[in-house]
């Protein structure tokens, strides 16, 4: 069954600096995601893209996020200068297969920011 | 803005139970909801959409049912077994604009044999 993978399992950074994170989508989905959950948290939205552009953003996207799709596998979410409230699980989702509304989580990044 | 809250926070049983877990809403106007999974450490595994139209699905033993107007869905498990032990997580999509969901902060469900 396809499935949503994410690159790396476990990011550790200095405060400071950029960190990239990695997603592959379903193939034939259409939406793509990036949610966060800080530990013991709720899972938060983060952004949401659609068609090669940013379609909903939450207030949590700031500035410091940015997310690309620079090929027709790859999505990704930067953060330019991490701080320590960055720390968190990042998770890629996609939606837009046969069950259009259906959405479909990577098993995330634990990003580290020390 | 909508909340969502999920009672219990956490439920531990014997196998063999039937479980409900709840998931309620503050804002009837909703897209959808949809059920999910958690095992620690792990990413979310979709179980059941519901669509706002719908009033429940099934998928072998889980059985979802939404009632718009009280701002409630229910997640039934049938027959529980050690291996559904995960926290249990549900997210409301909102009509109209912004599809942005609301997660609720889950059920923690054990299972012991």
């Known amino acids: 069954e396809p499935e949503v993978t994410q690159t790396p399992s476990h990011q550790v950074t200095q405060m400071g600096q950029e960190v990239i994170l990695r997603c592959v989508p379903i193939?034939?989905?259409?939406?793509f995601y990036w949610y966060r959950q800080i530990l013991g948290q709720k899972v938060e939205f983060l952004v949401s893209f659609y068609n090669n552009e940013i379609s909903e953003k939450s207030e949590i996207f700031d500035d410091q996020f940015s997310v690309e799709r620079p090929d027709g596998s790859n999505f990704t979410l930067k953060i330019r200068s991490t701080k320590l409230e960055d720390s968190a699980m990042y998770f890629c989702?996609?939606?837009?297969?046969?069950?259009?509304?259906?959405?479909?989580f990577g098993p995330g990044t634990r990003l580290t920011v020390l | 803005k909508q909340e969502v809250t999920q009672i219990p926070a956490a439920l531990s049983v014997p196998e063999g139970e039937n479980l409900v877990l709840n998931c309620s809403f503050t804002?009837?106007?909703?897209?959808?909801l949809q059920w999910f999974r958690q095992d620690p450490g792990k990413g979310l595994t979709s179980l059941l959409l519901?669509?706002?139209?719908?009033r429940e699905q099934t998928s072998g033993r889980l059985n979802a049912s939404l009632d718009k107007s009280s701002g409630r869905s229910t997640l039934y498990i049938a027959a529980s077994q050690p291996g559904d032990s995960a926290t249990y997580l549900c997210a409301v999509r909102p009509r109209g604009g912004s599809y942005i969901p609301t997660f609720g902060r889950g059920t923690s469900l054990i299972v012991h044999p």
């Open positions: 804002d009837s106007a909703i897209y959808n």
């Open positions: 519901i669509q706002s139209s719908q």
């Open positions: 193939s034939n989905h259409l939406y």
């Open positions: 989702a996609c939606s837009g297969g046969q069950g259009v509304d259906e959405q479909f």
